[in-house]
């Protein structure tokens, strides 16, 4: 388990962003938590240095997004990385369908025995480059495709918007420049048949860090 004070800090983090969380959701954190260490030593997963860090920067920083996500909806986190924001979404929310689309093998490898490890149902791993399966089968499909580092926003507007269904929406995590990077890239992102659907600015619980969400919507 995680340590005591990790637990609390976990706990009325995500109360803070109105998540009530239970203990076995906690349990399964603790089991991220474990594995994110263990891997990261082989792989370089994540460049933080102590527990502290990964709750606040990671865990509850990819739960800042739940609010935004329908009952039931069909989402590819695009670059997944260590599994941020899809597999924390994923404990907190079994309504969710969740596709983890990761281009790095290493990182595939690791996110599969994640899934085995936390024994989650209704989320899996797709390699994207695997030439056994077809890539375009995943485009038009996903309510929602949501990126927490996956380039700039028009980068992550031109590889996301093929995943969506029509009225879907793109939900970029993004750092305190995220407005400003919105005003720039719009215009070019209108053209492609996006509007802008929501811009909310928050902060992470204990840090006070600012995040930044848009969402752009298909059609």
Same mark, same amino acid.
Do not use: H, N, W, Y
């Given at each position: 388990m995680i340590q005591?004070?990790?637990?609390?800090?976990?706990?009325d983090g995500a109360a803070?962003?109105?998540?009530?969380l239970t203990k076995e959701q906690v349990i399964c954190f603790s089991k991220y938590l474990t594995e994110l260490k263990v891997w990261t030593n082989r792989l370089n997963l994540i460049s933080r240095s102590t527990d502290r860090e990964i709750i606040l920067k990671d865990?509850?920083?990819s739960l800042t997004v739940e609010k935004h996500l329908p009952l039931g909806a069909y989402i590819m986190d695009l670059g997944s990385g260590a599994g941020f924001p899809g597999v924390p979404v994923k404990i907190i929310r079994p309504d969710l369908r969740v596709v983890l689309f990761e281009a790095t093998r290493k990182k595939v490898y690791f996110l599969k025995n994640l899934l085995r490890t936390l024994n989650l149902e209704g &989320?899996?791993?797709q390699w994207s480059a695997d030439k056994n399966k077809i890539v375009e089968d995943l485009f038009g499909v996903f309510d929602l495709v949501i990126s927490r580092a996956f380039g700039s926003l028009l980068k992550f507007a031109k590889v996301g918007l093929p995943f969506l269904t029509w009225g879907? &929406? %793109?939900?970029?995590?993004?750092g305190k420049k995220g407005g400003e990077e919105l005003e720039k890239d719009l215009p070019f992102m209108e053209k492609m048949?996006?509007?802008?659907?929501?811009?909310? +600015? %928050? +902060?992470?619980?204990s840090l006070g860090h600012e995040r930044i969400l848009i969402g752009l919507k298909k059609g």
């Open positions: 005591s004070k990790l637990t609390s800090l976990l706990i803070e962003l109105g998540i009530l865990f509850l920083d &989320i899996e791993v879907g &929406i %793109l939900l970029a995590m993004k048949g996006l509007k802008l659907a929501f811009f909310q +600015r %928050l +902060r992470l619980p």
